[in-house]
């Protein structure tokens, strides 16, 4: 009955990503390819924090990674941007696995802690070595256009590009959270002490799992350097890393199609829905709500409304819907005891 | 010689301000098991609530430094408390990750709020100190660096004071170690985890005050020292105030030696040395140099 469900859903996303760009302006459309960008990041970024119970501060810095390889490779290489996007995730989730193999032997809060620290310090990596980077002025790749015979408008054709990539990759994820290494990585977040007791090896699971989400976000962030043609150290700041790990949340953490509310969410929320909502408030109180840092207000509020309320995100919400039972938030369930879940 | 006493003194002013943040993580942590990640941006906010009661007037006179000063120390524990009770007094039954969520929005929020109600460019924040220099055995002392040093270990040692020898601190201690025996004994623990957030918010104040005047007032001023303090913290042991207080100043001194005598080592690789030193205390220590090794009972 799951399993069905999920097929018809899946057949829904297709048939909706077929016809979104039929019945949409170039812009939204472009806006759109950025949903499936996000999309990759969130479906990476969930494997870590959702099925395994890990908070990544830091995965805005992995996007980085990716961006940087394809915008080297492309611009200083003359590869086909498209041929860049594998290296862009395998060199991802190898600086993925070298930074996770150190900081997930331990339980606790130690590796939110260190990941924290990751989008501030590739920042200052990139400005200190210019010559292989573009230091703080970056890297300009040439403009998207349309390869392989095929002529499309330029957003049309990142928009196919992004969201074939994005249900190649959600097929992916699928197949990985539901076999062995998924059990793996529930049993790590359920309970770290049953899984070391069952033979799960917690520290290599998790390493795997940071390695895993780093190469979706390597590969979502060679898709994000094609379409906006350009990076610099400014394009991934921490408050990507943070929106991203917001997006997990509100899309609800250990839920594949979740993912896709939270990937509309980090795209729309900046633009056009966290003004729309100020607006709102504005014509009560006159505030300046174009004003830097309001849309910043707006979705730590959300965040914290979410986490008050619905703290299995969009997707607890429509499983509520259609089950009738209370969804308890995947990841939050570490910690507690089994009788309060009975309870 | 005078290039190592010169990159010591500017390590420790440093130092100092990593020193209090990390106490101040240490004295949530300790608590709740809760890292908290809006420290950093509680400390900005608390510092731009300064810069507000320095620059414009209120009730008719703007305040020198000092009173300022001791009127923003007093905020911040207000506003300390208010956060706790506001925002994470309700997920007081949630999980811990549940929780650290929580302090990310916060995070977001003051952020946001900051750059909406002063603007996200940098502005110039006082300091109390002269800019002059004392000058021993050829040696430069910057009165900046001395003063902010001797301003962060004197509230660290108030605070220690007052953990030490009042009987509010000893319940505090006593609701940290065992909540559940302490609530038996009648202490309030609810309530000492609010007073907690306000300790940690004044010292978070504190090292605000103390950056900005070399740092420029900005958003984002903290979030590298909220770094820096994390990699005291559990350089220290991030079960150990004493450690986090040793953790921060040794990694100060650390960075400024490093800046000093490894010339690859250029200010925007920084922080990417602190990461890798907080890495490699993982790996060989992770209890932190001053931590006990915590075992599970299953």
Redesign the interface.
Known sequence: MRSRLGYIGFAVLVAAVVVAPLVSTHYRTYQLAFVAIYLIALLGLNILTGFT?Q?S?GHGAFLGVGAYVTTILVVDHGWNDLLTLPVAGVVAGVAGLA?GL??T??A???L???T???P??FI??L??FPHFTGGTLGKQLPSVHSQFGIHANSSVWIYWVSWIVALVMFLLAFMLVRGRLGRALRSVRDSE?AAT?SGVSTAGVKTLAFGISAFFCGIAGGLFAIAVTYVNPDTFP??LS?LL??GI?LGGAGSLSGMIFGALFVEFIRITWGPALLDLFSQVHHINTR???????????V??LV??IA?AGAAGLVRQLLTGKTAV?A??????TAAEDQA | MQQFFQALFSGLADGSIYASLALALVLIYKATEVINFAQGEMAMFTTYIAYALLTHPHFGHTFSYWPAFFLTLVIAFVFGVGLQRVVIKPLERASVLTVVMATIALLVILNGLAAWIWSPELKFFPSPFPTSTWVIGGVHISKQDTGTFGVTIACVVVLWLFFRFTKLGLAMRAGAVNPVAARLLGVRTSWLLALGWGFAAVLGAVSGMMSAPTNFLSPSMMQAVLIFAFAGAILGGLESPVGAVAGGLGLGVLLSMLGTYVHPVTPELRLPVALLILLVVLLIRPAGLFGRVVVRRV
């Open positions: 119970g908070i501060l930074f150190p900081a032997r331990f606790g809060p130690y939110a802690l260190a924290f620290a990751i501030l310090s200052g990596l400005k200190r002490i007791a921490i408050d943070i790990l917001v949340v004003a830097p840092g309001s849309s910043l207000v707006v979705y730590g509020v965040l914290l986490l008050y703290p938030a990841w939050a369930k570490q910690g507690r």
